[in-house]
Antibody, heavy 119, light 108 residues
Framework: ELQLVETGGGLIQPGGSLRLSCAVSGFTVSSHYMSWVRQAPGKGLEWVSIIYSGGNTYYADSVKARFTISRDNSKNTLNLQMNSLRAEDTAVYYC?????????????WGLGTLVTVSA | SYVLTQPPSVSVAPGKTARVTCGGN??????VHWYQQKPGQAPVLVVY???DRPSGIPERFSGSNSGNTATLTISRVEAGDEADYYC???????????FGGGTKLTVL
């Protein structure tokens, strides 16, 4: 059964760091495009970052140079290292997998993990 | 950056047809994808590549895309269709992934 389970969220002070992980079952993370999408409280969806099956990575301008996406093939997990966190990074962070092949949509979603950046 | 514009809200009576629009410059030239999100839940893909439905999504959900507007059409609307709906595209020139602001569908 295909499943994505995010962990690592919590309360963190501005300027701090947090590492999110997404445990994947049912497929291999290295074979799919994988993304993080976030949603601030009461707001819409915002794409954060993608790692292609070939390893290339891209980031939204709002997180570039602060966030790093990676995957651990041995553990079949997707990660998001978040540094220099700001209040505006407060959101539910969703781990998503794209469709098979060259896919431009977010096919499967985890339940999300809440990150709260506050003093 | 590429902007997708959705109406904040759409209301429809049960059994009628709801249409949620997504506007963008020459959006007809790219593939559009649609997501349904119910309160407290993760989004669910309901239409991809303009017109295709993932397995398990009812035929009542359909999509179209032409010119500067893409449309998600929900036929024979049910109370359970009440949710937020988001359109999304991939912006090739920046390799960024863009969402519309979302539309709240209310079933009267």
């Amino acid at each position: 059964e295909l499943q994505l389970v995010e962990t690592g969220g919590g309360l963190i002070q501005p300027g701090g760091s947090l590492r999110l992980s997404c445990a994947v079952s049912g497929f291999t993370v290295s074979s799919h495009y994988m993304s993080w999408v976030r949603q601030a409280p009461g707001k819409g969806l915002e794409w954060v970052s993608i790692i292609y099956s070939g390893g290339n990575t891209y980031y939204a301008d709002s997180v570039k140079a602060r966030f790093t996406i990676s995957r651990d093939n041995s553990k079949n997990t997707l990660n998001l290292q978040m540094n220099s966190l700001r209040a505006e990074d407060t959101a539910v962070y969703y781990c998503t997998s794209h469709g098979v092949g060259v896919s431009r949509y977010f096919h499967h979603w985890g339940l999300g993990t809440l990150v709260t950046v506050s003093a | 950056s590429y902007v997708l514009t959705q109406p904040p809200s759409v209301s429809v009576a049960p059994g009628k047809t709801a249409r949620v629009t997504c506007g963008g410059n020459n959006i007809g030239d790219v593939s559009v994808h649609w997501y349904q999100q119910k309160p407290g839940q993760a989004p669910v893909l309901v239409v991809y590549d303009d017109t295709d439905r993932p397995s398990g999504i009812p035929e009542r959900f359909s999509g179209s895309n032409s010119g500067n507007t893409a449309t998600l059409t929900i036929s024979r609307v049910e109370a359970g269709d009440e949710a937020d709906y988001y359109c999304q595209v991939w912006h090739s020139s920046s390799d960024h992934w863009v969402f519309g602001g979302g539309t709240k569908l209310t079933v009267l």
